[in-house]
């Protein structure tokens, strides 16, 4: 017999609970997490609600969703191969231009494979879940991107969180491990996604090497940002041949939509076969592919655009400090505004886009109830001019609602 669970209720009431609070944003104004945007005039400006806004929550990096060549790629592929591949790898074949992708990712950090994936979640979950099982050991920074827990309850691992960024708690903790096994993966992000900082990766490396664990970097926020080729933190913290698997996104500084791995374990060709997440979805469409592979070719060919960002992160930072925002201390594409409780963040997020600024808003489970907060991303796309009215205006919301004013 099926016994009713704890509940005893109806499995849509959750669903009903989040609809009710919903509800309540319609009449009052837009909602967080649910934002339509109308038009997208460029890689710095969209339509919303009525209202040309500028964008600050797009993870745009390098503004390159509208580079032309980018662009072209795309539309040429659409016209070549058509506009969807209609089902897996595995099941429909590769086309050609996916492999030429992965040879493209793999060439610039000096690894002997790649592989590409649907989207940067399924990344996650292909090489953590991939690789790990029950029995195994996986250990991963307390504010590890969601991704990377399911990953980890997908694997049957178990699962061990160390204290966010402290490679003296992640020593600790596989210093507690039976010695001499090579059962264990160390999983970290470059940058931290939510609050932006970045991982002490020198350190973490060495925590590694001394009890034998595989490393995993998730490159997504920092890919294209950092290193002298733009290949992220483990190329810009000298520790690229001790990272056995980089994994990032294209959905950011690529401007497309999908994942990769490299690595030099040439073993991880065998995800082809058993990632369930790879095997068993669909994978990129030919324009998101061709698009990626422009995108590659353009980071490659120009560290302006790097340069660039860099600067709009740093003017938007100064704007923001001298304007009275406590901002978190870290320096990173990210910026982010810690605000309090959840209704400070809603209502500070919601009179931004009165005013025309689109910030991405960070509320539990993202982040603890009373630690909410704004983040908004720099991009080589805006204007100083842009920049300066993004920092001006959030300055003054942020003081006039009086909830991280400096002093
Ligand atoms: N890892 C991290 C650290 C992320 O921040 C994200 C997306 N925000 C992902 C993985 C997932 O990437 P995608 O959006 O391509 O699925």
């Not at 931290?192 to 970097?217: F, T």
């Not at 997504?220 to 000298?238: D, K, M, P, V």
Request: aromatic share 6%; glycine share 10%; with cysteine.
């Amino acid at each position: 017999m099926i016994r009713p669970g704890p509940s005893g209720a109806d499995l849509l009431d959750k669903l009903r609970a989040l609809s009710a609070r919903r509800a309540a944003f319609e009449a009052d104004g837009a909602c967080p997490g649910d934002t339509t945007i109308d038009e997208v005039l460029s890689a710095s400006e969209v339509v919303i609600r009525g209202r040309r806004t500028l964008m600050l929550g797009s993870n745009n990096y390098l503004g390159l969703t509208f580079h032309p060549e980018v662009r072209a790629a795309a539309r040429e592929a659409v016209d070549r191969y058509g506009v969807g591949t209609t089902g897996s790898r595995a099941a429909n074949g590769t086309l050609a231009i996916h492999t030429a992708l992965e040879r493209a990712l793999a060439a610039p950090f000096g690894k002997r494979t790649a592989i590409i994936f649907t989207t940067g979640y399924q990344a996650n979950l292909s090489v953590i879940a991939g690789l790990c099982r029950a029995g195994d050991v996986l250990l991963v920074d307390a504010d590890s991107h969601a991704s990377i827990f399911d990953a980890a309850r997908l694997s049957g691992a178990t699962t061990l969180a160390f204290h966010h960024n402290s490679p003296e708690d992640l020593a600790r903790k596989l210093a507690r491990l039976p010695s001499g096994r090579r059962d264990r993966l160390v999983v970290v992000e470059g940058v931290y996604s939510v609050r932006g900082d970045a991982a002490p990766l020198k350190e973490i490396v060495a925590a590694c090497h001394e009890h034998g664990a595989y490393l995993m970097v998730d490159e997504a926020h920092s890919f294209g940002a950092y290193g002298a080729r733009g290949l992220g933190r483990a190329e810009s913290e000298g520790i690229l041949a001790d990272t056995d698997f980089v994994v990032g996104t294209f959905s950011k500084a690529l401007g497309g939509v999908g994942g990769f791995c490299v690595s030099d374990r040439s073993e991880l060709e065998g995800l082809r076969f058993l990632a369930r997440s790879y095997v068993f979805t669909a994978s990129g469409s030919p324009a998101t592919i061709a698009s990626v592979h422009a995108a590659l070719r353009v980071i490659a060919r120009d560290p302006a655009l790097r340069a660039r960002l860099w600067a709009n992160t740093r003017r938007l930072r100064a704007g923001l400090e001298a304007g009275g925002c406590a901002l978190e201390p870290v320096e990173s594409p990210i910026v982010s505004i810690p605000v309090g409780d959840e209704a400070a963040a809603i209502a500070l997020w919601q009179r931004l886009l009165e005013e025309g600024i689109y910030v991405n808003i960070m509320v539990p489970p993202a982040c603890p109830p009373d630690a909410c907060l704004l983040r908004a991303s720099g991009s080589a796309a805006h204007t100083p001019g842009e920049i300066d009215r993004a920092a001006t205006v959030i300055a003054r919301v942020v003081r006039k609602t009086d909830v991280t004013a400096a002093d």
